[in-house]
């Protein structure tokens, strides 16, 4: 049995065993980037892919899930989350080689793990991924990418457990794959992914990964408490530049602003709640909107609900 941490409290659906950790009440400001945000209803530290699709399939249907990552391209509303909040912990850590070509990833690896061992097993091709601040199944889910590359165009296969406890492997011509967005079906939750890249020699990757941390660097708001990319490019245009020309530039709602360095990042500098940061997220919107005419979409997931 696992454990479940937090006061007892009255819930209308019954909570399934558990192998891992069920935490109650679990604040989720200091799991993500923003460091801003309510508390889940139920935290779930599942301990391996079994003790997941387990638990999803003995829970009620009702009962809202969703799955957290790193917590850099999201905004966790102040009145917290219902249902049920997944975190993939060091047990979807994992990154296997299965060939000269391709590495199985657990679904909580992170863009730098997977690059490195990558880079130390002589495959290239997935360098791009170092620079994306989150994890394997965020990558899968929302076709992360950066510096002219896609997760679509080195995934070969990723395995899900959908909502209802069912583990299933999806082919990459499965998942439907546009401009940072899948049809991964709803609920489901990725626990690992396969990519192919090429062989290559370490210190040939070394470089270029070198090269995307340094234009990192160089371009972003990095160790601030950000959420990422914040808008999506719309087709033919840059979000940055678009925020730039209509004067958003250094914005400032409390302590929620536009980043100076970077205007397609928002920023906490120091207290801002998130409806601070939403709202300031809107305003960017509307201005643009006026001046351009694009209508931006948000890339930063927004869930929970208003305080």
Request: aromatic share 6%; charged share 25%; proline share 4%.
């Amino acid at each position: 049995m696992g454990q479940i941490v937090g006061l007892e409290v009255s819930v209308c659906y019954a909570l399934p065993p558990v192998r891992g950790r069920l935490t109650h009440g679990a604040p989720l400001a200091p799991l993500v980037w923003f460091k801003s945000g309510g508390a889940a209803e139920w935290l779930f530290e599942p301990a391996d892919a079994d003790d997941l699709s387990n638990f999803l399939f003995a829970l009620d249907p009702a009962v809202p899930v969703m799955g957290l990552g790193l917590g850099s391209n999201m905004i966790v509303r102040d009145g917290g989350v219902s249902g049920v909040v997944v975190r993939l912990g060091k047990a979807f850590a994992t990154v296997e080689q299965l060939d000269p070509t391709m590495l199985k990833c657990g679904g909580g690896a992170s863009g730098i793990l997977v690059s490195s061992k990558a880079r130390d097993a002589g495959i290239g091709g997935v360098e791009f991924l170092r620079s994306i601040p989150g994890t394997v199944g965020g990558f899968v889910r929302m076709n992360g990418g950066a510096y002219g590359r896609e997760t679509k165009d080195v995934m070969v296969e990723c395995e899900v457990v959908l909502r209802t406890g069912e583990r299933r492997t999806l082919s990459v011509a499965d998942l439907g794959y546009t401009y940072r967005h899948s049809e991964l079906p709803r609920g489901a939750l990725v626990i690992n992914a396969t990519f192919r890249g090429h062989v290559d020699e370490p210190a040939v990757i070394q470089i270029e990964m070198d090269r995307i941390a340094a234009a990192r660097e160089e371009s972003q708001p990095l160790r601030t408490k950000t959420g990422g990319s914040t808008f999506k490019n719309p087709e033919g245009h840059k979000a940055w530049a678009l925020i730039d020309a209509a004067g958003c530039r250094g914005l400032r709602r409390g302590d929620a602003q536009v980043s100076e360095k970077h205007c397609n990042f928002l920023l906490n500098l120091g207290n801002a709640a998130s409806a601070d940061i939403e709202a300031l997220g809107e305003e960017v919107r509307a201005k643009v909107k006026a001046q351009s005419g694009v209508e931006l979409e948000w890339e930063i997931q927004r869930i929970g609900v208003m305080k």
